[in-house]
Structures are given as structure tokens and as C-alpha cells.
T-cell receptor, first 115, second 111 residues
Framework: ETGVTQSPTHLIKTRGQQVTLRCSSQ?????VSWYQQALGQGPQFIFQ???????GRGNFPPRFSGLQFPNYSSELNVNALELDDSALYLC??????????????FGEGSRLTVL | KQEVTQIPAALSVPEGENLVLNCSFT??????LQWFRQDHGKGLTSLLL?????REQTSGRLNASLDKSSGRSTLYIAASQPGDSATYLC??????????FGSGTKLNVKP
């Protein structure tokens, strides 16, 4: 059983640029969530995808967008990067059955630095 | 809006001590609660998941309890070891695996 993998692990961008982060879900999982973790803080929920549809969004502006593909992998896109977007971006996958809500399994994260 | 608070923010103990980490949340209408461990600069490792209908879960030296009515959870670590040094995060789950996190307790276990 493969775990959650994310790429790239580190990247540096400049203000105003765009970035795409990628995530492969754990085998058998149908739900992927993205979180932003600033230094010294807990992760903040960005949004979640279930069966390729956005299924809930946190308090993040529209320049944060995402996709989920038929194989349940996912992308997080951030446009018009700002300095405050510098953070660790975490992807988590889970299995939602509609009966019991699933345990979250996280990848190692993508550390984004915006200069 | 769900607010999750973890106390203490940091804790330093000698090896071998038993310790308790605390988590409180403002809205008791949760589906589950999950405890995670995070090593510096790394991703999160799931430790224990408690469904809203459960009172506690145990895994090895770890025991987590949940009291929904009072909005509290505790993580008990028995016989702490230096390898337990990490940040421990509590996350309360709303429907369909949307979680709200606390800011964590940074644990240092001294040899």
C-alpha cells in the first residue's frame, strides 16, 4: 500500500508568480484535502475534493484553486503569489464512506518560499 | 467557527515520565478527533483517531480520550522516550474529513 506523496518538496517563487503543487493519494482513498501550515502554527484547511468535485473550502481566496483527477491524485494551484503564502503545504487523503468519516493520512509536504 | 486550543504550548520532561497533553474545542458537534505527531519540518503522522461515539483509543504507550460534552481530549503518553520528542497536534473532524487543528504542543523528552 503506497502512502501519500507530494511534489516538489521545496520550491522558491517570487511575488506575483503562479505555482502548482501535486499530490498522489494513498491507494484506495477517494478524498483529498489540502492544508496550509505557517511556521509555528497548526495546519489550516484550504479545500477538499471528493470524486473530482470541490467538497468544502476554508477561508482562502479564489486564487487558491485545485483539481482532483480520476485516479484521485490532485493539484493545488496558487496564482498571484504573495509573501504570506510562504508555508508548508500539506496534502491529506482519506476514505469517505458516508457512514464513518475517515482517518487523514498526510504527505511530507511542499515547502513554498515566496520572495 | 470551531476553535481548537492545545495546552501547554511546550513541554520538557525527563525520560521515563508519564505525561498528558490537552486539547479543547469550542463546538461539540464533531464527527471525530485525531491526534498527530509532526517532526520538525516534516509531514504529519497519524497517532490515534477517535470517532464521536467513542470515549478513548489506545495504541501502545499512547492513550487518547474524548469528552464531547465538555469539548476536551487528552493524549496520555506512558514512559516517555527521547524518540517521542516532536510536536503533537490535535485535530477535530467535521463531516467528511474536514479537520480543524490546534497549534500543537512541542514535546522535548530529555535523556
Amino acid at each position: 500500500e503506497t502512502g501519500v506523496t507530494q511534489s516538489p518538496t521545496h520550491l522558491i517563487k517570487t511575488r506575483g508568480q503562479q505555482v502548482t503543487l501535486r499530490c498522489s493519494s494513498q491507494s484506495g482513498h477517494n478524498t483529498v484535502s489540502w492544508y496550509q501550515q505557517a511556521l509555528g502554527q497548526g495546519p489550516q484547511f484550504i479545500f477538499q475534493y471528493y470524486r473530482e468535485e470541490e467538497n468544502g473550502r476554508g477561508n482562502f481566496p479564489p486564487r487558491f484553486s485545485g483539481l482532483q483527477f480520476p485516479n484521485y491524485s490532485s493539484e493545488l494551484n496558487v496564482n498571484a503569489l504573495e509573501l504570506d503564502d510562504s508555508a508548508l503545504y500539506l496534502c491529506a487523503s482519506s476514505l469517505a464512506t458516508g457512514v464513518i468519516d475517515g482517518e487523514l493520512f498526510f504527505g511530507e509536504g511542499s515547502r513554498l518560499t515566496v520572495l | 467557527k470551531q476553535e481548537v486550543t492545545q495546552i501547554p504550548a511546550a513541554l520538557s520532561v525527563p525520560e521515563g515520565e508519564n505525561l498528558v497533553l490537552n486539547c479543547s474545542f469550542t463546538d461539540s458537534a464533531i464527527y471525530n478527533l485525531q491526534w498527530f505527531r509532526q517532526d520538525h519540518g516534516k509531514g504529519l503522522t497519524s497517532l490515534l483517531l477517535i470517532q464521536s461515539s467513542q470515549r478513548e483509543q489506545t495504541s501502545g504507550r499512547l492513550n487518547a480520550s474524548l469528552d464531547k460534552s465538555s469539548g476536551r481530549s487528552t493524549l496520555y503518553i506512558a514512559a516517555s522516550q527521547p524518540g517521542d520528542s516532536a510536536t503533537y497536534l490535535c485535530a477535530v473532524g467535521l463531516r467528511q474529513s474536514k479537520f480543524y487543528f490546534g497549534s500543537g504542543t512541542k514535546l522535548n523528552v530529555k535523556p
